[in-house]
């Protein structure tokens, strides 16, 4: 009989090996043999600093949401993204003799490569829901595509990671819808965040020379715009809102040159790790 399933974080630990209700897990990977190359792993690096930046803002939240059942909710967002960062910080570790630690608690503000829409503050929740909507259409395309990589960590990872960014996306679209139809007030202040935020999604469409080393171990970021216009373009009419005339503002997370919100976000994230180097509980 096979036993090769039966149990995660052995030293023959492989995305190659996982199956449905099997997921990889980042302990997995942090022991796995199989290491990214240099190129792979900067491309992780940015799928993980988008999400761990995000996942930190929706933390916040926490104690704070308009009603219980958020706390709950966007809290639960936050844990599932907090994953993803940490799959793809642990893999792209793999490169460097890295471990996902270093990675998210000892890279300076100039290292990430976060996009500047997850930097920015949550504002009233709904520009927290207005970012979730135009982060989480992207993270269902990004996930869904990259599935199909021909790197097997990065589409193992991505596999399970589109299974709950869907949930996401509902969560996002269902808010839209009900602040968007509901009071003059909900729909006023859901224009006024589509109207900050919206400038910043072009970000997201923007290919590298990154992508051209990438192949079809990647995912060309313009490759998923025409698809991510359509689907939010429904969302916000059904909601009765419109996509705002607003020019793309000049962003460069991928360059690490960010916006003033993210040296507040690792001063916060990062001050225990640097305080007590190596402490565990």
């Keep these: 009989m096979d036993h090769s399933l039966d149990a995660h974080g052995d030293a023959t630990a492989s995305a190659t090996r996982v199956t449905p209700g099997n997921a990889l897990r980042p302990e997995d990977i942090a ?116 599935a199909e990589s021909s790197d097997h960590t990065l589409a193992a990872i991505s596999a399970k990671a589109v299974k709950e960014v869907a949930y996401h996306r509902d969560h996002a679209v269902q808010w839209t819808l009900r602040l968007g139809r509901g009071t003059e007030e909900s729909a006023r202040r859901m224009r006024h965040a589509l109207e900050i935020l919206w400038p910043y999604a072009n970000e997201l469409f923007l290919d590298e020379p990154l992508h051209d080393e990438l192949g079809d171990a990647g995912v060309r970021p313009s490759a998923l715009k025409e698809a991510w216009e359509r689907d939010i373009t429904a969302v916000l009419e059904e909601a009765g809102l419109e996509i705002p005339q607003t020019k793309a503002a000049l962003c460069k997370g991928r360059q690490g040159e960010h916006s003033e919100h993210l040296g507040y976000i690792l001063a916060e994230m990062q001050v225990l790790a640097r305080k007590h180097p190596g402490a565990t509980w």
């Design 31 to 146: 022991i796995q043999q199989e290491r990214p190359g240099d190129t792979v792993a900067r491309y992780a690096v940015r799928l993980g600093d988008d999400s761990l930046i995000l996942s930190h803002r929706l933390s916040e939240w926490v104690s704070r949401a308009p009603e219980l059942e958020e706390d709950v909710a966007l809290g639960n967002i936050a844990l599932d993204l907090l994953g993803h960062a940490r799959s793809f910080l642990s893999y792209a570790g793999l490169a460097w003799d890295k471990t996902e630690d270093d990675l998210a608690y000892f890279r300076e503000e100039e290292e990430f490569r976060s996009l500047h829409l997850v930097e920015q503050p949550n504002g009233h929740f709904g520009v927290t829901i207005a970012r979730q909507l135009i982060v989480s259409i992207y993270q269902d395309l990004l996930y869904t595509a990259l």
